[in-house]
């Protein structure tokens, strides 16, 4: 993921857990909070939705704990344009996301997005289908 789109900071992080709100589903939880934004800024940038993807050891070795990541990380790719800007937003893998086809994944990162009210209302008719 490229790095405007990639959620860095351990204060981030921190403020994620601590006041994101949280939407789960059978493959994955999503963890979502607004940006801190800077009010003395005098240019105002685009700001992105950032995002981080996480596997606990109970999801399995490292090699399992890789896949999880990676096919979240690929549904939420194919679906930036779609993501409403300016929020912090952290999937974590539960243990049987390694073992799901990427279908499965990518529908429940939709479903999880959806529920969030992150996606677009065009990406949502093409998400129900």
């Known amino acids: 993921m490229q790095r405007p789109y990639r959620l860095c900071r351990k204060s981030d992080f921190v403020r994620l857990r601590r ?50 990541k990676r096919l979240m990380r690929e549904a939420v790719r194919l679906h930036l344009p779609a993501i409403k800007p300016e929020r912090n937003c952290s999937f974590v893998a539960k243990p049987s996301t390694p073992d799901a086809r990427f279908r499965d994944v990518e529908t429940a990162v939709l479903h999880l997005l959806r529920v969030a009210k992150l996606l677009a209302p065009e990406e949502r008719l093409m998400a129900e289908r």
């Not at 993807?53 to 090699?63: E, H, I, L």
């Open 19 to 68: 006041h994101g709100q949280r939407f789960s589903h059978a493959l994955a939880v999503l963890i979502v909070s607004p940006q801190e934004t800077n009010p003395s800024a005098t240019v105002h940038l685009e700001l992105h939705s950032r995002f981080a993807f996480s596997a606990n050891k109970r999801v399995g070795n490292a090699v399992r704990r890789n896949r999880a």
